[in-house]
């Protein structure tokens, strides 16, 4: 019996040390920021602008052709947030423009009890902040 208490005890300890499976907020800020990034260029590069759009759901791109806005594909594709991240319930849209500026805006992700802010300047530089 003994030796049995002190193997659950282990195993106890053991699942209780684990860490979280879910990905940290910060990384889910990190990716969401590195495709804002990326955004930024796609407009640049193709001289059209590109907008993104994020809700409480999640986040997805668009290219603007002249007369519609078009969605992504690829690395564009519309993602949801990770499993317990919280962002704003409202739609927030931020546009880059062919040259890289953009309206400033800020989108923030939380989870338990971190959270974290994705910037975007007015020159389209996008920010993780604390």
Sequence with gaps: MVTITVIGLAAGAVVLSMPDPRPAVGLEAEQFAARLSRAREEAILTNRPVAAEADASGYGFASFDGATWTPLTGVFV???WGEGVTAPADPIRIVFDPTGIADPAQ???????QSRTVAVDGAGEVLIND
Aim: no cysteine; charged share 40%; aromatic share 0%.
């Design 78 to 80: 519309a993602r949801t």
């Design 107 to 113: 989108v923030r992700l939380t989870r338990d009890n």
